[in-house]
Nanobody, 115 residues
Framework: QVQLVESGGGLVQAGGSLRLSCVVS????????MGWYRQAPGKQRELVAT???????NYADSVKGRFTCSRDNAKNTVYLQMNGLKPEDTAVYYC?????????YGQGTQVTVSS
């Protein structure tokens, strides 16, 4: 059974930084895309950043230049370095992976940015 476990969320002041990690365990034939989505209260879940197996990244316009997504294929881990955090970045952040076996999400980690 595939499991995704996120860590690194928390409370930070505006302008601060956090680094999220997501470790994938269990049997996966292959992991193509890895990435992060977020959901703020009363809003739909939205894409934050994705990274392909080859290292190509894609970011939401709202986080470009502030967030960096990376992965360590040997460790089945994806990261999200978040700098210059803003109150509007407050949300539950979900790790997401996709591969031959389908799409999986983690349980989410709360990020709260105070003004």
């Amino acid at each position: 059974q595939v499991q995704l476990v996120e860590s690194g969320g928390g409370l930070v002041q505006a302008g601060g930084s956090l680094r999220l990690s997501c470790v994938v365990s269990g049997y996966m034939l292959s992991i193509n895309n890895m990435g992060w989505y977020r959901q703020a209260p009363g809003k739909q879940r939205e894409l934050v950043a994705t990274i392909t197996s080859g290292g190509s990244t894609n970011y939401a316009d709202s986080v470009k230049g502030r967030f960096t997504c990376s992965r360590d294929n040997a460790k089945n881990t994806v990261y999200l370095q978040m700098n210059g955090l803003k109150p509007e970045d407050t949300a539950v952040y979900y790790c997401r992976i996709s591969g031959m076996q389908g799409v999986y999400y983690g349980q989410g980690t709360q990020v709260t940015v105070s003004s």
